[in-house]
């Protein structure tokens, strides 16, 4: 269970709007709860005050840049979907695949307050001309699916969902899909295909999926996070929303920030965008076990290895972008002293290989030789040239050569890893074979 | 048009075309996989990665594929960029990764786009170290051989076989670098174009597996231009042969006809060329009267069976010949010459030759023309009565189904997206399609497309038919006590066809009903007066060469059995025509007992040949040349593959019009004079108007390219001066073709830059493959540079100013105790030739009787339950099929494959019984 590490006492409405309602035992907040406290005041506001293209436009002033990891514009992508009178409503589709190593702030927002993400799906539906809403969710989230299963049925009793939507004479409902547990599901056009019951390759674009997305009408995919910030945004309107990050970033809002890996206090904590890596490292405590910080990701897997001299940037889409790293979805792993890169680094890379859909040939076929050769180093059989050949791959598997962003996700802890500790990968070619990490770090260590 | 400028020069090319497309057209070579030229673009492989810069001033640039990017005018790329050169010998580094590199024992060797694509990208050089990743292979029935471990996973195989082909049992399974390509058991591939998958296949994962039988490398088989003898749909292929046997067909590209691909009727028929038992010398049967077997067989020398059977016929008093649909327009009309044209049977059945003459007729005058099997593709609502296409045509039915997908590509094109983005269309068009309608008597596999289905006796299909005219057009005569399902099902089609700018209308042979073809073309002559400019009739004919006889004209094969039953002539030249498999026996027995003299000139040994006083070996396909005339009145020449008496010196076998030349001359008492196929096709082309375009359709014999014959073998043909050193060491020269252009030599102009129509093999310095088309074409998947092989005879359908047909049938009406029988075509099994090939004889369906499973119930008959049927004198007992789609009161029996059972079923099978076969139930029940 994912657990918000700021005790309610700290949460505010106006500060936390993603997480104050939660509870610090982490039990769910229930329907009753949630209407009893303002939920859902923002589908009535939007059905009463706003058309759908008002509506769109608040969303897009808010600057609200997608949770997933991405960072592009929520209410941008919104206004390029095709919506009219002319064309057939479609559909939104929420992205709770959460399956990028190191994270997990998606899961409690489901788990804990399911009814946020409904009502941030209402208001996407409602601004998208949606007639139907998918929440595509990772199959090994079963609490969540039960979690918003009841939510769903509950919000449906009230009115909340369904036909004629709260008297409105508006028409839209949610069905939860559960994944069969694939990472690039949450690539939007896998996850539409998947839904469709496709094979989970990506789509090529264009057609973006705002024209011609599940069953071929306009889709509109949204991260859990980027859905449970649209309430707030309609209830308090664009410049608050701005207005909660302060001078720390360009990017509006709050984000739910997270830590794992050897810190002393591993969770989540709901924070104004562009917080610092080093408040969140000290919010997580430090390092644990007298362990000194040798490397962090800021985002998650397929995110950059970053140093500690990097701690005191801006946790927020460019500043990290600047590094040559992404924020992705701003869950940072630590690494300590202790930790082999490659080894972390061959980790990683086997996850990405086996979860390349198999489609273009630098992710297919290019991703499992960079772990063999990985494999080979941590062995201490690499061999002269493994590691220009590694750094070739990560080249080669960079944006533009690759048909989806899988692969140069991939591709950008490795090529970090090897620019930041080339020392380390070549001890497993200078070194006699098996001893390539007997000191100082053991193989094996991730 | 646009202009780009590609590493330094500039052309002009399509501005909707992808740069891959574009560069390809211009003779550039850029290495590509999952792009198909029929398929279009997925962007998977990553091969064809090019620079692409800003504008002139960019230095930088960035890699694009380009077979995803499109042609913008003023475009600068650079495909010899370093980075660009660096990028694509990478990624056929990875795809070579877990690549047997067994080239050796590869039977793609030496045709393999994979092999090209290597070398052309440079990489030579192997540093991945690791454990290869392998799979097991598939058994996939008798056409495609399986060996996954090959893979470079560049999905054309799913592409081609389920998007293209509309085939389910093959897909893609796994996920990463363990992507599997095949079934989700072993068995037999589905679809009626599995055999595509050898050529669409970029290596040898899948490869011909009747090939595999007698394999031999691409360079190492000698080649002529063909064409498909198996069907109507005059499909053109490059037949390969070694040591006197054919040992694989492959696609010959023609732009407007088959394009990249055939049926597997037509891929992996062709063994009856290789059966052992075809007659190879004359034969003269010693027999004491007609009907019984044969006492002995005495084989001849070539002078001695013309002068024996010159005398034989002279004896007759009056000598008719029957020709044959399957043969050539040059051989059947050597037969009319020999034994003038009110003596000429075309050999087809009374009704079947009524049927085509009344297609022919509509064809000159419903004012609707042919399209080309490639302009249906471009067709936007298709109505079909009667045909099961992937029977009777089944690369016709790849043409109707493209037709439909065709909206998807409509739906693209008003986005912005171009056709040839392949997997972006699918995502538009989902389930999008022009409207099809099916009028069938049983469910077909074109039903899963289809916008409705209409499941009804031939009459009823024929009234659905003139309905659908007279909704189009009033003056029509109109159909009495249409119920109101069909009703609202005419209007539909009505509309459908009307709000189409290139209505297709599709009828024919295969329920041998004359209504259902007249039904047809009123709604072509309604649609021609409704102003459908783009309108097309296709309407289809059973055999290869049907349409050329129906051109040549004749009698019909009643009338040549009637004249020898009756005493009115008593010699009888048959041409290439098993008369057993057309008429019952019964009936040509009585007609045969009578001759006094009978000459067969066949390729294969069929019952025809066995009542012969005098059998001639002809020619197939493969050892002959000889023109067709395809379904679309195209005419189209096939050209002798090889010489077989050079291999094997005992065999007299000669084109079938050789023999007859021949005959004429011994008959006539003439000096045997050389005769020349051109002299040949002169003659057929001064013989009626509707010829003469053959004058000028194909190259002559005396064509030459740079003072050269055009080369049957590749230029690394081996062994030719060892092929023949079993029988002497000394090696003879090499056969002279006087009759084509063609050289049974590698010697010879075998390249591509001169344009040229007949090219026997595909290839280009560095492109081995099928894709060696590419530097035949004007633009890739284009048209051949030189125009695409053949000549319609007809394209003009007249202003369609013919009246209409009035000859409505009354509706079909079961009776009691009665059903209608009718015979359905089949495609393995349902030609005279290819059902002798083993691998056809293996995808058979066993012969089964079909009927409502209501009826059966009825009947007390449950499925696989022996039943007897009965209708004229034919009596047989098969196992019975439940339709549930057939109408109650119809029996369907297969065509082609009960023949050999029974003998050819009536023309007109009519009323008959049907009986649960209670003896042969009991037996099996206690055994």
């Known amino acids: ?446 | 048009m646009a202009t780009i400028h590609v590493d330094g020069n500039d052309y002009e090319v399509e501005d909707s075309d992808n740069l891959l497309h574009a560069c390809l057209s211009l003779g550039l070579d850029i290495p590509y996989f999952c792009w198909h030229p029929a398929m279009g673009s997925v962007g998977a492989c990553r091969q064809c990665a090019v620079k692409q810069y800003k504008d002139a001033d960019d230095t930088r640039g960035m890699l694009v594929m380009s077979c995803m990017a499109p042609v913008k005018d003023d475009a600068y790329i650079s495909i010899d960029d370093e980075e660009a050169k660096a990028f694509r010998e990478t990624v056929v580094e990875w795809l070579m990764v877990n690549h047997p590199h067994d080239c050796p024992v590869c039977e793609e060797g030496g045709h393999c786009h994979l092999q090209d694509m290597t070398v052309m990208t440079g990489h030579d050089r192997r540093r991945y170290r690791f454990k290869k990743r392998t799979h097991r292979n598939q058994y996939l029935g008798p056409f495609v051989a399986h060996e996954m471990n090959r893979c470079i996973t560049c999905y054309r195989c799913v592409r081609f076989y389920q998007d293209y082909a509309g085939g389910e049992d093959l897909g893609a399974f796994g996920a990463h670098d363990n992507v599997y390509f095949g079934r989700y058991e072993e068995g037999t591939l589905e679809s009626e174009f599995s055999g595509n998958l050898t050529e669409v296949c970029p290596t040898g994962v899948f490869t011909d597996q009747t090939h595999s039988d007698h394999y031999t490398r691409k360079w190492d088989l000698q080649f002529a231009p063909s064409i498909c003898h198996q069907c109507a749909s005059g499909c053109n292929i490059s037949p390969g042969e070694r040591y006197g046997d054919i040992r694989r067909i492959e696609n010959r590209y023609n732009g407007d006809v088959n394009r990249y691909f055939l049926c597997d009727r037509g891929r992996f028929g062709y063994g009856y060329v290789n059966r052992k038992d075809r007659p190879t010398r004359p034969e003269l049967f010693q027999r004491s009267q007609r009907g019984v077997a044969a006492q002995g067989v005495t084989l001849m020398e070539i002078d001695e069976a013309l002068d024996r059977a010159a005398d034989a016929l002279r004896g007759a008093k009056r000598l008719i010949g029957i020709g044959s649909p399957r043969a050539s327009l040059e051989s059947n009309h050597r037969l009319r010459e020999l034994v003038g044209a009110e003596c000429f049977s075309t050999g087809i059945e009374a009704g079947e030759f009524e049927r085509l003459q009344r297609m022919q007729a509509l064809n000159r005058d419903s004012g609707v023309a042919t399209p080309s099997l490639r302009e249906i593709e471009a067709c936007d609502a298709v109505l079909v009565l009667g045909e099961d296409l992937l029977q009777s045509a089944a690369r016709l039915a790849l043409s109707v189904r493209q037709a439909v997908r065709g909206k998807g590509v409509e739906l693209g094109a008003e986005r912005g997206i171009p056709e040839w983005n392949a997997e972006a269309v699918k995502t538009i068009a989902q389930d999008a399609a022009h409207p099809l309608f099916l009028a069938t008597p049983e469910a077909t596999k074109l039903d899963a497309i289809a916008t409705r289905t209409r499941r009804a006796a031939p009459d009823d299909i024929a009234r659905l038919g003139f309905a659908v005219a007279h909704a189009l057009d009033p003056t029509a005569p109109a159909v009495e006590g249409l119920d109101d399902a069909t009703q609202t099902l005419v209007g539909e089609i009505a509309d459908a066809l009307l709000a189409a700018e290139r209505p297709l209308v599709i009828a024919g042979e295969a329920l041998a009903s004359l209504a259902v073809i007249e039904a047809a073309g009123n709604v072509a002559r309604a649609l021609a007066r409704r102003q459908k400019a783009g309108a097309g009739l296709t309407l289809v004919r059973r055999e290869a060469n049907s349409v050329g006889l129906g051109l040549l004209g004749g009698e019909s094969l009643d009338w040549a059995l009637a004249q020898l039953e009756q005493g009115e002539a008593d010699g009888v030249v048959i041409l290439e025509n098993d008369l057993y498999a057309r008429l019952p026996a019964a009936k040509i027995d009585a007609a045969l007992d009578r001759a006094s003299a009978l000459v067969v000139i066949d390729h294969q040994r069929t019952a025809t040949w066995e009542q012969a006083d005098i059998g001639l070996p002809a020619g197939t396909f493969a050892e002959s040349d000889g023109t067709l005339v395809s379904l679309e009145g195209r005419a189209q020449r096939f050209y002798q593959v090889f010489d077989p008496s050079y291999l094997r010196p005992d065999t007299r076998i000669r084109e079938s019009w050789r023999w007859l030349h021949a005959l004429q001359a011994t008959l006539e008492r003439q000096p045997m004079t050389t005769i020349l196929f051109d002299d040949l096709t002169e003659a057929v082309a001064g013989a009626a108007a509707v010829f003469a375009p053959l004058h000028h359709a194909m190259p002559e014999a005396q064509f030459r390219i740079h003072g050269l014959k055009l080369a049957r073998e590749p230029h690394r043909y081996s062994g030719r001066t060892a092929m023949r050193a079993n029988l002497d060491v000394n090696e003879p020269r090499a056969p002279v073709d006087l009759d084509t252009p063609f050289a049974f030599s590698m010697e010879g102009y075998a390249g591509y830059r001169e344009p040229r129509r007949e090219v026997p093999f595909a290839w280009a310095p560095g492109w081995n493959s099928p894709q060696a088309w590419n530097k035949f074409q004007d633009e890739v998947g284009g048209h051949l540079r030189a125009g695409d092989p053949g000549i319609r005879l007809f394209q003009d359908a007249g202003a369609g100013e013919a009246s209409y047909c009035d000859a409505i049938p009354a509706a079909f009406a079961a009776r009691d105790g009665e059903w209608q029988m009718i015979a359905l075509p089949q495609l393995f099994g349902g030609d005279e030739t290819s059902r002798r090939a083993e691998p056809i004889q293996a995808r058979m369906a066993p012969p089964a009787v079909t009927l409502n499973d209501a009826d059966a119930e009825a009947l007390g008959i449950a499925a696989d339950d022996p039943v007897t049927v009965s209708f004229g004198d034919t009596r047989i007992t098969l196992p019975a099929r439940l339709g549930r789609d057939l109408p109650r009161g119809l029996v369907a029996l297969p065509q082609g494959t009960l023949e050999p059972l029974v003998g050819a079923l009536p023309a007109t099978l009519g009323w008959g019984r049907v009986a649960l076969d209670t003896a042969a139930a009991d037996g099996e029940a206690q055994a």
Request: negative net charge.
């Open chain 1, 1 to 446: 269970m994912s657990r918000i590490l700021q005790p309610a006492s700290e949460r505010r409405a106006e500060t936390h709007p993603l997480t104050w309602r939660l509870h610090d035992d982490a039990s769910p907040v229930l329907f009753a709860e949630y209407r009893d406290t303002g939920g859902y005041a923002a589908v009535t506001k939007a059905l009463e005050q706003h058309t759908y293209e008002s509506l769109t436009t608040e969303v897009k002033g808010a600057n609200l840049r997608g949770r997933g990891g991405a960072g592009f514009s929520a209410g941008m992508k919104w206004s390029l979907t095709a919506k009219g009178d002319d064309v057939p409503r479609g559909y939104i589709v929420c992205n709770a695949d959460e399956m990028e190593p190191g994270t997990f702030k998606d899961r409690l927002l489901m788990e804990q307050q399911p009814h946020l993400l409904i009502e941030g799906m209402i208001l996407a539906g409602y601004a998208n001309r949606s007639k139907q809403g998918y929440i595509f969710l990772r199959g090994e989230y079963h609490r969540a699916a039960a979690s918003i299963l009841r939510a769903l049925d509950d919000a449906r009793a009230d009115g909340w969902l369904g036909s004629d939507v709260r008297g409105s004479g508006w028409d839209f409902d949610i069905a939860l899909h559960t994944g069969a547990g694939r990472y690039i599901c949450g690539e939007e056009t896998a996850l539409i295909n998947s839904l469709e019951g496709k094979r989970a390759n990506p789509r090529a674009k264009p057609p973006f999926p705002g024209q011609s997305g599940a069953w071929g009408l306009p889709t509109v995919v949204n991260n859990v996070e980027t859905l449970c910030n649209v309430p707030g945004i309609v209830n308090h309107g664009a410049d608050w929303f701005q207005a909660l990050s302060g001078e720390r970033s360009s990017d509006g809002g709050t984000k739910l920030y997270g830590a794992s890996g050897k810190v002393l206090r591993p969770g989540l904590w709901e924070l104004p965008m562009g917080t610092t890596g080093r408040e969140l490292f000290e919010l997580a405590g430090g390092m644990r076990d007298g362990l000194t910080l040798k490397s962090w990701l800021p985002g998650g897997g397929s995110t950059g290895f970053l140093l500690p001299e990097h701690l005191d940037l801006a946790l927020d889409f460019d500043t990290i972008g600047k590094t040559g790293s992404r924020l992705g979805t701003g869950l940072i792993t630590v690494v300590a002293d202790d930790q082999s890169m490659v080894s972390l680094t061959r980790n990683l890379e086997e996850f990405f290989a086996r979860e390349s859909c198999g489609w273009c040939t630098p992710c297919r076929d290019g991703l499992p030789w960079s772990v063999k050769l990985l494999r080979a180093l941590e062995a201490g059989t690499g061999e002269p040239g493994d590691i220009e050949l590694l750094e070739q791959m990560a080249r080669d598997l960079g944006p533009g050569k690759t048909f989806c962003a899988h692969a140069p996700g991939a591709a950008m802890p490795l090529s970090s890893a090897i620019h930041y500790f080339r020392d380390e990968f070549e001890r497993g070619i200078t070194r006699p074979r098996g001893e390539a990490h007997a000191d100082p770090i053991p193989v094996g260590s991730i």
